[in-house]
């Protein structure tokens, strides 16, 4: 399974962008999938959680009413769309999948699958 996140890029604080992640290969079977963060000299944290269905999604305290994960019919591509963006939002922004199970965790360690990471800068 290959994971493709694009969307990237650089925006001025209030603005918005979306992310997508593309899922790829030997991708049957129900899945949970995420995005997750890493800021410079920080460690990777959870930003959102989708389940496979897309009925159930969860969300870290700081993005919560602002960011807003969602997948498509073919429940290969997930979004993350990223409103009120904040210089603290600065991060390379990653997406993961859940083999194992069909609803989302908070842990980086439940994920098996990650993409390559895509760039997100917020200038104040």
């Known amino acids: 399974v290959q994971l493709q996140a694009s969307g990237g890029g650089l925006v001025p604080a209030g603005g918005s962008l979306r992310l997508s992640c593309a899922a790829s290969g030997r991708t049957s079977g129900s899945y949970a999938m995420g995005w997750f963060r890493q800021a410079p000299g920080s460690q990777r944290e959870f930003v959102a959680g989708?389940?496979?269905?897309?009925?159930?999604?969860v969300y870290a305290d700081s993005v919560k009413g602002r960011f807003t994960i969602s997948r498509d019919s073919t429940k290969r591509t997930m979004y993350l769309q990223m409103n009120s963006l904040k210089p603290e939002d600065t991060a390379i922004y990653y997406c993961?999948?859940?083999?194992?199970?069909?609803?989302?965790?908070?842990?980086?360690?439940?994920?098996?699958?990650w993409g390559q990471g895509t760039l997100v800068t917020v200038s104040s």
């Open positions: 993961a999948a859940d083999w194992d199970y069909q609803y989302p965790s908070r842990l980086e360690r439940a994920y098996d699958y």
């Open positions: 989708i389940s496979w269905e897309g009925s159930s999604t």
